[in-house]
C-alpha cells in the first residue's frame, strides 16, 4: 500500500506480523469502551503522515520502538486544507494492519465542502479505520491565519463530530483546550463547546498540550459542572528543544509557565540537557495527572520515540497495560 507520495509501506517483519487485525475473530474493544472500563490510565500517542522515503522509515521505527511499550491507541494527524488526506489513510490503515496497535486518524473541516469530508469519511471507513479524531483545524498558512468556513462546509468541530456520527459507526475523539481556545480565551465557553460535542456524539476527547496540571483539573470540573462525563485525556509534548516548545506554544495558545522556562533557561545552551530537563517535566506533569485521576496520557511524539519511551519507563508501573 503505498500513498498519494508514493511512500510505501513497511513489509510485515518479526515485529510486524502481517494483517493482525483482520486475523481477529473477535472485536477489539474501542478507545470509548476502554475508557468506560477505567481499570487503568490508557496510554497513547501522536504521529504525523511521512512525507518522503525517510520520513517514512523514521515514522516507522518510531512505531516498532512505542509498540514494544504496549500502548491502548495511536493518532496520526491530517494536515490543513486535507493536504495530507492519502498520507493519512495510508499510515493509518497500515498501523491498524502491520502492528498490534489500535490507530486512530484525524480529521479537520477547515476549506474542505461537505461533500470533499464525507468522501474522506468514506475512505476512512473504507480502510476499515473505526476511531476519528474530529477537529476544526487551521487555515492553510497555519493557526495565526484567521479561520473562515468553506462557503460549503461546516462551521465548526461540533458540526464535524455530528456529520462523522451520522456517516459511520465510528469512535470520536475531539479537542479539548487546558489553556483556553487561542479565539476564545473564555473557560466556561470552552466547556461548553466541549459538550455541545459530546452531545453531538463524540466519545472522548484529548486536549491540547499544557504545562499546569491545575489547569486540566479546572477544565474538567467546569465540564462536569454542566452535566457531561465526557472522558478528557490529557495531551503531553515532552520539551526536547526550546525553541519548537516556545513555537508549539505561541501557535497552541498554551501558556508556558515560568517555572517552566527558567528550568529550560539553566541549560538553554546545552540541547542534551535540554532534552533532559524536557522529559524531567513532563515526568512531573504526567504524574501529577495520573495522580489526580486523569484517565490517560497522550504523548506528542513528533515522530521520535526517545523521550516518550523515558518517561513511560519513569512512571512504571502505572502505564503498565493489564
Not at 495511536?74 to 488526506?85: C, F, L, P
Not at 519511551?309 to 508501573?317: D, K, M, N, V
Request: aromatic fraction near 6%.
Amino acid at each position: 500500500m503505498s500513498s498519494a507520495a508514493g511512500v510505501s509501506a513497511p513489509v510485515p517483519t518479526t515485529q510486524h506480523v502481517g494483517d493482525r487485525r483482520a486475523n481477529q475473530t473477535v472485536r477489539a474493544p474501542t478507545i470509548a469502551e476502554l475508557l468506560r472500563d477505567g481499570r487503568r490510565p490508557l496510554f497513547s500517542f501522536e504521529l504525523f503522515p511521512a512525507k518522503d522515503e525517510a520520513m517514512q522509515r523514521q515514522l516507522w521505527q518510531t512505531v516498532r520502538e512505542l509498540e514494544a511499550l504496549g500502548p491502548d491507541f495511536v493518532s496520526v494527524t491530517y494536515g490543513a486544507n486535507g493536504s495530507s488526506r492519502d498520507r493519512t489513510i495510508a499510515a493509518t490503515e497500515a498501523i491498524a494492519r502491520h502492528t498490534t496497535l489500535r490507530s486512530m486518524a484525524h480529521l479537520t473541516c477547515a476549506s474542505q465542502s461537505k461533500n470533499q469530508l464525507r468522501q474522506v469519511i468514506g475512505s476512512y471507513a473504507a480502510a476499515g479505520i473505526r476511531h476519528i479524531l474530529a477537529i476544526r483545524g487551521d487555515m492553510p498558512g497555519g493557526p495565526t491565519v484567521p479561520w473562515e468556513r468553506h462557503p460549503e462546509g461546516l462551521a465548526n468541530a461540533t458540526e464535524l463530530v455530528a456529520m462523522v456520527a451520522e456517516l459511520g459507526d465510528f469512535c470520536i475523539g475531539v479537542a479539548a483546550f487546558p489553556d483556553l481556545h487561542p479565539e476564545r480565551h473564555n473557560a466556561d465557553l470552552d466547556a461548553r463547546v466541549l459538550v455541545a460535542k459530546a452531545n453531538a456524539g463524540a466519545n472522548f476527547a484529548i486536549t491540547q498540550l499544557f504545562f499546569t496540571p491545575s489547569r486540566y483539573f479546572e477544565l474538567v470540573e467546569r465540564v462536569r459542572a454542566l452535566g457531561c462525563d465526557i472522558p478528557i485525556i490529557p495531551g503531553i509534548m515532552p520539551v526536547t528543544r526550546f525553541s519548537q516548545i516556545k513555537r508549539f506554544a505561541e501557535l497552541s495558545g498554551a501558556d508556558l509557565p515560568t517555572a517552566v522556562t527558567d528550568r529550560l533557561n539553566e541549560v538553554a545552551d546545552d540541547e542534551e540537557q535540554v532534552r533532559a530537563v524536557g522529559v524531567e517535566l513532563a515526568t512531573e506533569l504526567s504524574a501529577d495527572l495520573l495522580a489526580g485521576g486523569a484517565p490517560g496520557l497522550h504523548f506528542i511524539t513528533m515522530n521520535r520515540s526517545r523521550a516518550t519511551r523515558e518517561i513511560f519507563a519513569r512512571l512504571h508501573p502505572g502505564l503498565r497495560r493489564a
